[in-house]
């Protein structure tokens, strides 16, 4: 019994190939180095891989922006720091 459970909880918790096509296609729409070739087919693995290389950038780029937003903090007169931080907390 404990056979035709696991089976069934495998068979329940698999994701189809239709929805695998379907999320890779809305994560090729996010990607602007290949969003751009919706006509041209783009494999899966070149998707995912784009994906990884993107959220990699906008780490990167959240990275520098955070460290020139305290480099600015740092030479901001006391009361713009303030005003600019109580922005940011919004």
Do not use: F
Request: net charge positive; charged share 30%.
């Amino acid at each position: 019994m404990s056979t035709r459970r696991s089976r069934s909880r495998q068979s329940a918790s698999r994701i189809s190939d239709d929805q695998i096509n379907d999320l890779v296609s809305k994560l090729q729409q996010l990607l602007p180095e290949i969003r751009t070739h919706r006509s041209d087919k783009v494999s899966a693995s070149k998707v995912l891989q784009e994906t990884c290389n993107y959220i990699r950038s906008l780490h990167r780029d959240i990275d520098s922006l955070s460290d020139r937003l305290a480099e600015l903090l740092e030479n901001a007169d006391p009361i713009q720091a303030s005003i600019i931080r109580s922005l940011l907390m919004q």
